[in-house]
């Protein structure tokens, strides 16, 4: 069996793996329950994977120009919708190109997109959903079987492309989401979504590193020996209420809503605060790879240098190392409470059931997924607007006060997300034995 794994989430090298540690904590579970449910699989991908995860997870990299390449990619990806609708009427290949070749070899297509299967596609590259779904399309005329898993889909207000995504998504064998708001958005635009699962994300099921590999990395030691409360505290560009996501430099005034909410906390609850990136980032090649810290550790440390400033904050410091994506989640594991704007960082926390504050996005394009993940985990009572005046701080000290009872029910609970992230690939058996 061949299994072709493409779709938005085909990336330069480097990015799934490297950068945003949130990407690392699907991609590496995603791979491996496919290969749990399919032993015998062959699987190759449009993904720009490193060789040491080609070797450990099984898996063939075919070049990413065959799904987006910057390069003639909407007059390409039309020529192959009327290549694979000419070949689905007729059963004759006049002319084929690389992506025909292997969507024609492959016994099963996934498409996975996370929450890029809409509008947001369009921030990576011109005309890049459009392009996406002439991919899919020609993968269901071509291919035996095609899924779209474990996404996001949305928005759509690009009203250019609404029809056609609706074409799309309704010829996909199986859609499985991974959180239960996307279905409503997809249902108010009008998808047909009689094929679509609501499940959980693959991340909750990422395992950390243990203990033992990070008790001597930078700063981690003295936190894991220190006997005092412990709240780990994560933002991100989207935080912001002012947009881009990658404005830089940032006035100072921009961090007025976390530093007061850190104050105000710091002087209620006697902890420790820890300041910490979820993102890495790496040397541009031909240089050669270094993991180093990726653009939300200057956002942390101009952060932790405005609270610094200020000086009404007790107890704030911020964890210096660069981390790979295994011991990050190690030493989220460790902390007694922690608050997220990244949604796989609060991911990492509450599937170690570490009660958990996620903050939502400040600005457009807005995400639907961070309400939707802790819809998944029963934490939508902790989730904060950074829009509204004091709600992080409102949240931090709720979660804070309910600590106990909400890591009681993350203990109960999770092992049922967990196991409704590994049902995106058990609806695969059925669909593929038929």
Not at 196 to 213: D, G, I, K, Q, V
Request: some cysteine.
């Amino acid at each position: 069996m061949r299994i072709f794994i493409t779709g938005q989430c085909t990336l330069h090298w480097g990015r799934m793996e490297f950068g945003n540690i949130g990407n690392y904590y699907i991609i590496e579970p995603f791979v491996r329950l496919i290969h749990e449910t399919f032993p015998d699989a062959e699987l190759v991908t449009t993904f720009q994977m490193s060789d040491r995860f080609c070797r450990d997870e099984k898996i063939r990299v075919l070049p990413m120009d065959l799904y987006y390449g910057w390069d003639n990619d909407l007059e390409k990806a039309e020529k192959e919708l009327t290549i694979a609708k000419e070949l689905s009427r007729t059963g004759i290949f006049k002319e084929t190109t690389p992506y025909i070749k292997e969507v024609y070899k492959a016994d099963l297509v996934i498409d996975f997109s996370g929450d890029i299967w809409g509008d947001n596609a369009d921030f990576l590259g011109k005309d890049r959903f459009y392009v996406g779904l002439c991919k899919d399309r020609v993968a269901q005329l071509i291919a035996p079987k095609t899924v779209m898993l474990a996404g996001s889909p949305g928005p759509f207000d690009n009203n250019e492309n609404l029809e056609f995504a609706k074409e799309v998504y309704s010829n996909f064998d199986l859609v499985t989401n991974r959180e239960f708001i996307s279905i409503n958005l997809l249902n108010e635009y009008g998808f047909d979504t009689s094929k679509t699962y609501s499940l959980a994300c693959p991340a909750f099921r990422f395992e950390p590193a243990n203990t033992e590999e990070i008790i001597n990395l930078p700063q981690v030691s003295d936190m894991l020996n220190s006997n005092r409360p412990k709240i780990g505290f994560v933002i991100c560009g989207w935080n912001f209420k002012k947009g881009p996501f990658d404005r830089w430099p940032r006035e100072n005034s921009d961090y007025e809503i976390f530093v007061d909410a850190i104050e105000k906390f710091s002087n209620e609850v006697d902890a420790d605060i820890y300041l910490m990136s979820h993102s890495n980032g790496f040397p541009i090649p031909p240089e050669e790879f270094q993991l180093q810290h990726g653009r939300d550790y200057p956002v942390i440390k101009q952060l932790q240098r405005v609270i610094e400033e200020r000086g009404l904050a007790k107890n704030v410091y911020s964890l210096d190392g660069v981390y790979d994506a295994w011991q990050t989640k190690a030493i989220i594991g460790h902390f007694d409470m922690f608050v997220s704007g990244r949604v796989h960082a609060a991911v990492a926390a509450l599937s170690q059931s570490i009660p958990t504050v996620i903050i939502d996005y400040g600005h457009e394009p807005k995400a639907h997924k961070l309400k939707g993940f802790a819809e998944v985990a029963n934490a939508l009572d902790y989730v904060a607007n950074p829009d509204q005046t004091d709600d992080i701080f409102h949240k931090m000290n709720r979660c804070w006060n309910e600590r106990d009872v909400y890591r009681s029910n993350l203990f109960s609970h999770i092992p049922k997300v967990k196991e409704l992230a590994k049902q995106h690939f058990d609806l695969l058996k059925p669909l593929i034995s038929n």
